[in-house]
Nanobody
Framework: QLQLVESGGGLVQPGGSLRLSCAAS????????IGWFRQAPGKEREGVSC????????HYADSVKGRFTISRDNAKNTAYLQMNSLKSEDSAIYYC????????????????????WGQGTQVTVSS
């Protein structure tokens, strides 16, 4: 069973914070780039942030720069997305995904070039 499982979503007020986790099972994450993507109702899936295998290269969508931080702990086979200063427009289902390294980390996010997805976790930002 090869799985990617997101957790940590929930309901928060504007300005609040959440930390999402993406845990891999059945394979080791260190061979892959990791990305966080989100999809709100009626909108296409958006690349939020992506990170290289070792964590040295990251990319963030302009809409989340300065507020979100992607990280990974290969020893724990887990990736994270720390989300601060949340806005209502951040509300979406958040998915993590992996990519067998190719093209660039930036392209992974912008073009949504991925090789596997989790089931997603709901983030709702509302007062």
């Amino acid at each position: 069973q090869l799985q990617l499982v997101e957790s940590g979503g929930g309901l928060v007020q504007p300005g609040g914070s959440l930390r999402l986790s993406c845990a891999a099972s059945g394979f080791t994450l260190d061979g892959y780039r990791i990305g966080w993507f989100r999809q709100a109702p009626g909108k296409e899936r958006e690349g939020v942030s992506c990170i290289s295998q070792g964590g040295g290269i990251t990319h963030y969508a302009d809409s989340v720069k300065g507020r979100f931080t992607i990280s990974r702990d290969n020893a724990k086979n887990t990736a994270y997305l720390q989300m601060n200063s949340l806005k209502s427009e951040d509300s979406a289902i958040y998915y993590c995904a992996v990519q067998i390294p190719r093209t660039t980390v930036q392209a992974m996010c912008i073009s949504r070039v991925t090789d596997g997805w989790g089931q997603g976790t709901q983030v709702t930002v509302s007062s």
